[in-house]
């Protein structure tokens, strides 16, 4: 079956300007996460959904990041006012949420590049 | 908080040599981990996971991993890789399902002809 997809794949932005980041989740899959990769780092946390509420927004590095998943499947990573160190990619995952079978599923990224 | 170290940035190796990759993790609470592969421009593969049960955990590709409480340590192993085995790989630790992934900072594994 399909599995999480992202568009676009590459963004490059100059600074200062708004960029949107779509994640197409697998179908049926409640939680939704996005994660945000720095070179040469490990993912970090951004935020989550469950179904279209957001219950943890606690990795958002600013006011900047806003994400929002309105009919509880796809999901919208936006960053106003871009700056530099917003460049890295960002990874959006989902999962079932039976306490059994919780592995988040990746999606390939979306590189963002801002000059 | 949950952390999650990698001990080692970077792990050269010779094909069909053993292999491991070093994983420790701090938390107060249960914790469940995992093992995923990131090839270039790719997104993440899930390897192996422990969740309970037998420490000795089976995965993907021929890896595996020994959940040690006492150690606190999840490290990964194979015993023979190949050159198709070069990729990053990232050790990860959740407190259930629902709950985000605290990833560490990953090891380049690098298989040398």
């Known amino acids: 079956g399909a599995g999480v997809s992202q568009s676009p794949r590459y963004k490059v932005a100059k600074r200062g300007q708004d960029v949107a980041l779509r994640c197409d989740p697998i179908?049926?899959?409640?939680?939704l996460f996005w994660y945000q990769q720095a070179l040469g780092q490990g993912p970090e946390f951004l935020t989550y959904?469950?179904?279209?509420?957001?219950?943890?927004k606690s990795g958002l590095p600013s006011d900047r990041f806003f994400a929002e998943r309105p009919e509880g499947s796809v999901s919208t990573l936006k960053i106003q006012r871009t700056q530099q160190e917003d460049s890295a990619v960002y990874l959006c995952?989902?999962?079932?949420?039976?306490?059994?079978?919780?592995?988040?599923?990746f999606g390939p990224g979306t590189r963002l590049t801002v000059t | 908080a949950q952390s999650v170290t990698q001990l080692d940035s970077q792990v050269p190796v010779f094909e069909e040599a053993p292999v491991e990759l070093r994983c420790n993790y701090s938390s107060s609470v249960s914790v469940y981990l995992f093992w995923y592969v990131q090839y270039p421009n790719q997104g993440l593969q899930l390897l192996l996971k422990y969740l309970s049960g037998s420490t000795l955990v089976k995965g993907i590709n021929g890896f595996e991993a020994e959940f040690n409480k006492s150690q606190t340590s999840f490290h990964l192993r194979k015993p023979s890789v190949h050159i198709s085995d070069t990729a990053e790989y990232f050790c990860?630790?959740?407190?259930?399902?629902?709950?985000?992934?605290?990833f560490g900072g990953g090891t380049r594994l690098m298989v040398k002809p």
């Open positions: 179908s049926g899959h409640v939680s």
């Open positions: 959904f469950q179904n279209e509420a957001q219950l943890d």
């Open positions: 995952a989902s999962s079932l949420i039976r306490t059994s079978i919780f592995e988040q599923y």
């Open positions: 990860a630790a959740s407190k259930g399902a629902g709950n985000m992934l605290t």
